[in-house]
């Protein structure tokens, strides 16, 4: 493979790559606000996929899952905890997923709880979020047992409320009913009731 600089590059310069720290970005990203009421997430000429952690948070052998509010995709909706890692803050998988759960429950975990040994599955898709309809998506999930103390911080927030702790009768009439917000965090879900990862 040929290390030569293309056309392109010559023409361009440093000019054809577009940094976070660059006007251009500055406006594309003001753009974004103004269209959508946020920042746009990948801002690049090369593929990307959407970064997601989420967390099936266990206590006494029941699952907290929360009504989603204020959401693009599925509001109103049962689901789990979790959501898209800020690449821009150089989050981690489990960075980004304990400021996920302080968002939207009001706990406070600490990242270093977050390891393989309680890591639920990694996967790759495609198209079940709005914004990502044709971007591939990575996210890891993994189980917590949450404390007496830590079920005591649960608070509703902007991102959900209405909390439940469901059993897994529970957690399939609510899927039988419609009221989950996304299929493969159902799946995860029952998998990890049938694992037995609901209880420590």
Do not use: C
């Not at 489990?94 to 890591?119: Q, Y």
């Not at 996967?123 to 830590?150: C, K, P």
């Not at 399939?172 to 989950?180: F, I, S």
């Amino acid at each position: 493979m040929s290390n030569k600089r293309t056309w392109v590059n010559r023409l361009l310069g440093r000019f054809g790559a577009l940094k976070r720290t660059d006007l251009r970005y500055k406006i594309i990203q003001s753009i974004g606000y103004l269209l959508y009421g946020r920042k746009i997430g990948y801002l690049s000429w090369w593929q990307h996929a959407g970064l997601s952690a989420s967390v099936l948070l266990f206590h006494k052998g029941k699952l907290l899952i929360g009504q989603r509010r204020n959401m693009l995709d599925a509001n109103g909706k049962y689901s789990g905890i979790g959501g898209f890692i800020e690449m821009e803050r150089r989050e981690t998988f489990e960075t980004g997923l304990v400021r996920e759960v302080w968002e939207e429950t009001g706990i406070r975990l600490d990242p270093a709880k977050f390891t393989a040994a309680n890591l639920l599955n990694m996967n790759m898709w495609y198209g079940d979020i709005y914004e990502l309809r044709d971007m591939a998506q990575v996210g890891v999930t993994y189980v917590y047992h949450l404390t007496d103390d830590e079920v005591d911080q649960l608070v509703e927030t902007d991102e959900m409320h209405n909390f439940v702790f469901a059993d897994v009768a529970t957690l399939d009439a609510m899927y039988a009913k419609g009221e989950m917000a996304f299929d493969g965090e159902y799946r995860k879900m029952r998998r990890a009731f049938d694992e037995g990862r609901n209880t420590p």
